[in-house]
């Protein structure tokens, strides 16, 4: 079954560097997403990717993120300059079509800002 | 603001129990509903959607849910629990913009479910 992939599983930064979350989504789908979970919280929606660019963003996405699709398979998060309150897992996903069959969720990185 | 509410954040069974976790949404428009499944140290699975048609859908590892409108609700349920089941469990809505085509998942806090042998 297809799965979207994602690297580095765990990166430990230290705070104010800037760090790069790396996705393959499925290759036949067309939207693109980040989803957050700090620990033993909600997940909670940081931006959405159609069409080579952004078609929403939570408040969460502020300009210290931004995200972008290099090439035809990777989709990157980037934060410039991390916080401690950036400590979080971070899952991408993807779906054919405006998820309403649902999404696909990658295992995530655990992103540790010491 | 659209919003999901869990009812239960922990729920302890023995094996073999019935479950059921309530899931309360609130949302005018047209939903696509899902319940999403978290092992420990993994990521989301999806379990069940529901988009229209027969209220009652019935997901993987037999798990099922039902959406009643009236009541804005889409409770998971499985008849007979295992090991295995242990997991957080996270209801969410799906909501659409304006435009109806951009989209976000808006993700109950979860239900951290234990299933004791």
């Known amino acids: 079954e297809p799965e979207v992939t994602q690297t580095p599983s765990h990166q430990v930064t230290q705070m104010g560097q800037e760090v790069i979350l790396r996705c393959v989504p499925i290759?036949?789908?067309?939207?693109f997403y980040w989803y957050r979970q700090i620990l033993g919280q909600k997940v909670e929606f940081l931006v959405s990717?159609?069409?080579?660019?952004?078609?929403?963003k939570s408040e969460i996405f502020d300009d210290q993120f931004s995200v972008e699709r290099p090439d035809g398979s990777n989709f990157t998060l980037k934060i410039r300059s991390t916080k401690l309150e950036d400590s979080a897992m971070y899952f991408c996903?993807?779906?054919?079509?405006?998820?309403?069959?649902?999404?696909?969720f990658g295992s995530g990185t655990r992103l540790t800002v010491v | 603001a659209q919003s999901v509410s869990q009812h239960n954040h922990h729920v302890i069974l023995s094996e073999a129990a019935s479950l059921e976790l309530g899931c309360n949404y609130s949302?005018?428009?047209?939903?696509?509903l899902f319940w999403y499944v978290q092992y420990p140290g993994q990521h989301l699975q999806l379990l069940l959607k529901?988009?229209?048609?027969?209220?009652l859908v019935k997901g993987i590892k037999g798990f099922e849910a039902e959406f009643i409108k009236s009541k804005f609700s889409f409770n998971l349920r499985k008849p007979s629990v295992q090991w295995s089941d242990t997991a957080e469990y996270f209801c969410?809505?799906?909501?659409?913009?304006?435009?109806?085509?951009?989209?976000?998942?808006?993700f109950g806090a979860g239900t951290r479910l234990a299933v004791h042998p």
């Open positions: 996903a993807s779906s054919v079509a405006g998820g309403g069959y649902g999404y696909t």
């Open positions: 529901y988009f229209s048609g027969d209220p």
């Open positions: 949302y005018g428009g047209t939903v696509n």
């Open positions: 290759s036949n789908h067309l939207y």
């Open positions: 990717f159609y069409n080579n660019e952004i078609s929403e």
């Open positions: 969410a809505v799906l909501w659409r913009g304006l435009s109806g085509g951009y989209n976000k998942l808006i």
